[in-house]
């Protein structure tokens, strides 16, 4: 065989290879491209802000994968509690649940517990500059890493989180003895326990039997869920304490969403932050219009003194081992823009 030959040979050998590679690629990525049905779960009724934002985030996925990625929803609890759906997703289930910050701390990045303390943000603007910061960020790689469950946002906020019971507490001394529903997470008992409230744990959709009941005499929650959960109909006092604006958002399992091209990754991203923004916009616009129509059902107002708050629930941020108060200091220059 000639030398011209030869080579044309081991051309040829190597077009084939490439040819073979480039076939296997394609497939590859075909394969990665097959349909994803997600499962959106949330214990929150379906006329919640934060569903019926999702549902529209959801809608806007799928026209613009294409159909690649579609979605069944799930609200009022249907696939189970919030710890139930973060479960499911770090097991490599299809599910997107909806979830707070504390509840992420339970897995493997107890960090994320800071982010549920009392006044930690001083308005929307803070608190969604301190959701997409590099020190978040850098949470939401090591829970993904750790206990593979992907944040797609906590930016969702639904408006800071008020007093509600059979009378006012303007003043943190009027708590004594209250009984408070507060969920079974350590950073809300921790914050209530100063107050000296008589904490009662009850489900989401348990406490407007649990208020009309008398099992509890008061509970707290934003505007909006306030509207959604009809509380105000057995409890007709808000006390305005705006003590908490909770980091909520979506999680679902790393394996899964790693599954997804890296395109539609992109857009999944994009759109649950962007739900996120929408939801916060949304809340802000709402707050006159749901007090007026609180008021209009026989529901009081009460202005709180919120520097006493303030103060009375400040030991917060030195009572966890699990992080310094150097944490706080970090967490406060993220959400002003001085951590640059």
């Known amino acids: ?77 249907q696939l189970g509690t919030t710890n139930d759906t973060i479960e499911q997703a770090s097991q490599g289930q299809p599910v ?45 790689d090591k829970l993904a890493e750790s206990a593979g469950i992907r944040v797609l946002s906590i930016n969702w906020f639904d408006g800071a ?10 003043e943190p001394s009027d708590l004594k003895g209250v009984l408070m529903r507060v969920p079974p997470v350590e950073t809300w008992i921790k914050t209530f326990d100063p107050l000296q409230v008589v904490a009662t744990s009850v489900e989401a959709g348990e406490v407007y039997s649990a208020l009309s009941q008398g099992v509890v005499t008061a509970a707290e929650a934003p505007l909006t869920g306030l509207r959604a959960s009809r509380w105000y109909e057995p409890a007709k006092h808000i006390t305005t304490t705006g003590h908490f604006n909770l980091f909520t958002g979506w999680v679902m399992s790393e394996n899964v969403f790693g599954k997804l091209t890296t395109e539609d990754q992109a857009v999944m991203l994009e759109e649950f932050k962007k739900g996120g923004q929408e939801l916060t916009k949304l809340s802000e616009g ?35 081992s699990d992080w310094s108060e150097e944490l706080h200091k970090k967490m406060r220059a993220a959400a002003t823009g001085n951590d640059q």
């Open 286 to 320: 709402l707050g006159e219009e749901i007090r007026q129509e609180f008021e209009a059902a026989g529901v009081t107002f009460h202005e709180a003194n919120i520097e006493a708050y303030r103060q009375a629930t400040a030991d917060f941020y030195v009572n966890f």
């Open 1 to 77: 065989m000639s030398r011209f030959k030869a080579k044309k040979n081991i051309i040829n050998i190597f077009m084939g290879l490439a040819a073979f590679a480039s076939a296997n690629a394609f497939i590859a990525s075909s394969a990665q491209a097959e349909n994803t049905t997600l499962r959106i779960a949330s214990v929150n009724p379906a006329t919640t802000e934060s569903f019926v934002v999702a549902e529209r985030v959801a809608k806007r996925i799928t026209e613009r994968t294409d159909g690649r990625v579609t979605f069944q929803l799930f609200p009022s609890g």
């Open 96 to 140: 997107i649940g909806f979830v707070s910050a504390s509840a992420m701390a339970n897995f493997g990045v107890p960090e994320f517990s800071i982010l549920e303390g009392p006044f930690l943000t001083d308005n929307n603007e803070e608190a969604e500059r301190l959701a997409n910061s590099a020190l978040l960020k850098s949470l939401y």
């Open 161 to 170: 989180r008020h007093m509600i019971g059979d009378k006012a507490y303007p």
